[in-house]
């Protein structure tokens, strides 16, 4: 696991507010020729980076084989994030 090749995923982000909730469209491609192992995504808040609670993932912790792309939403109450926009940070094993 430690021999893993880093590798970088590209990553865009569609944000939808509607009725007091906020949603997060994270669309993640593995453009590398190694896989990306247990991916994570983590919801701050973009001035502050403090991490909105509670969020509702559809997904989390997975992995991305070479040209792999998954989208994956995270939604949370508008009034969870202070008034500030919302930032996904992503993270795993092996990921830059």
């Not at 696991?1 to 994270?26: A, D, F, H, P, R």
Request: proline share 4%; with cysteine.
């Amino acid at each position: 696991m430690e021999k893993l090749s880093k590798v970088k995923l590209k990553t865009t982000e569609t944000i939808t507010k509607k009725e007091g909730e906020t949603v997060i469209y994270v669309k993640l491609k593995n453009p590398t020729h190694g896989f990306a192992f247990m991916v994570y995504l983590d919801l701050k808040k973009g001035h502050s980076h403090e991490s909105v609670v509670p969020v509702f993932w559809e997904d989390n912790y997975f992995t991305l084989l070479p040209g792999e792309e998954r989208t994956v939403s995270v939604s949370c109450h508008t009034s969870d994030l202070d008034g500030q926009q919302p930032k996904v940070i992503v993270g795993g094993w092996n990921v830059e």
